[in-house]
């Protein structure tokens, strides 16, 4: 799932979007010297045919303030603990914000199949708009455009720009009925998403469309061993050996057999990291287990259980059969488990009041007008939680594990 391949198709598809803001530039604004926005009336019909079911989006749009505050105070109950975590185990803590970027083997970002990536994005930033657009017409805030663009000129994003005078004039509820709806939707989708890929997954297991791996290779501990001479990770997970992929415990055997002592082995993981072993001899390792491979000591098998599975879509246990049906519905399988993983992700993050680019910054600052009156103090209120929750989600991100493995 991760390759060479997968950067390849990112770096081309980031030089497409370039150039083709360079062609078009005419037609984009630049705002911010970051963000480059073609403004249209792209979408504005279909937002208006769905702003006339009203009660059924006052229910929902409603629903919706309640989960953002509901995820603020749930995510901080979550992270506030887990900082603490990460702050005294900065080195064996993993941080708990990513950026999801197509690209794999960059430290400090999570690596998305290029393809899945760009559907997942153009979907959810489509209907987090969206959301907006039909929520604020329901509520007589019209819309002056919508539209597409692209942050720093290659991450795509889309917009509606509502009547800033009509959206100052609306309720506090209708003002946080509108700004939560985007992100409620993209936490909806990638619920959605996860359920539908259960139901998948079970499918493919029960059909017999996938292939289980019945084992998978690890890195023993064995001291004095060659994976403990090599300093390799402990258990670490290998699929390949010497660039042979194994899907049955006989071709792992096989592919160890060979192995003389003084060889060298290469053995590959599931990010596709080759570690390069020299092999020893050992007449102290019980040659009646799988301790002990050929001449290779400090490898031993362990069983992967037949299960429905959660992540295997992007790990190295699982694979799609040669029928064209299993390859399909495994590419879709995939596609449910990325667009679960981004949607819920991109809706909470957006939730939050952080940089002062989430709906969370204005959300917060709606919300604190309930009980401050007072302009100043309000913005000033609302300056310091965006400062606070900025800083605080930044040293929860890789950067922040660097920062305190420094400190330690």
Request: charged share 10%; proline share 4%.
């Amino acid at each position: 799932m991760y390759s060479n391949e997968n950067n390849i198709g990112a770096l081309i598809l980031v030089l497409i979007i370039i150039a083709f803001v360079i062609v078009y530039r005419k037609r984009f604004s630049i705002e911010g010297k970051i963000l480059f926005i073609y403004r249209s009336k792209l979408g504005l019909k279909v937002m208006e045919r769905i702003s006339k079911y009203k009660r059924a989006i006052n229910v929902y749009s409603t629903i919706g303030v309640a989960v953002a505050f509901g995820s603020i105070a749930y995510m901080l109950y979550l992270l506030i603990p887990y900082f603490s975590l990460m702050f005294y185990h900065p080195t064996t803590t993993l941080a708990a914000f990513y950026p999801v970027l197509p690209f794999n083997g960059i430290p400090g970002v999570l690596g998305v199949p290029v393809l899945y990536w760009l559907i997942a994005i153009i979907l959810l930033v489509a209907v987090h708009e969206a959301s907006h657009g039909f929520v604020a017409l329901s509520k007589k805030i019209k819309l002056k455009s919508s539209g597409f663009g692209f942050f720093l000129a290659f991450l795509p994003l889309a917009f509606v720009e509502p009547n800033e005078k009509q959206f100052e004039k609306a309720s506090k509820l209708n003002k946080l009925r509108v700004l939560s709806a985007g992100s409620f939707t993209n936490i909806i989708i990638g619920l959605i998403a996860f359920g539908l890929y259960i139901l998948l997954s079970n499918f493919l297991i029960s059909a017999g469309l996938i292939t289980f791996s019945p084992l998978i290779l690890h890195i023993g501990s064995a001291v004095a061993g060659p994976a403990y001479l090599m300093h390799l990770p402990q258990n670490l997970s290998v699929v390949k050996i010497n660039g042979q992929s194994f899907y049955s415990s006989t071709q792992a055997l096989n592919l160890m057999r060979g192995v003389q002592p003084g060889q060298y082995v290469n053995l590959t993981n599931a990010s596709g990291t080759v570690f390069s072993i020299k092999s020893i001899f050992s007449t102290t390792i019980n040659s009646s287990t799988h301790s002990y491979i050929g001449n290779f000591t400090g490898v031993f098998l362990t069983a992967v259980k037949e299960q429905p599975f959660l992540i295997n879509p992007i790990s190295s246990t699982v694979f799609p059969t040669s029928a064209w049906n299993s390859q399909v519905l495994y590419w879709i399988d995939g596609l449910l488990l990325w667009l679960f993983l981004i949607g819920l992700g991109l809706g909470l993050a957006n939730i939050l009041p952080i940089f002062y680019i989430t709906d969370g910054c204005k959300i917060v600052n709606v919300g604190l007008s309930y009980v401050i009156k007072d302009k100043k103090k309000l913005m000033a209120v609302t300056n310091y939680i965006i400062i606070a929750f900025s800083i605080f989600v930044l040293l929860l991100t890789p950067l922040g594990s660097y920062l305190f493995a420094l400190i330690k």
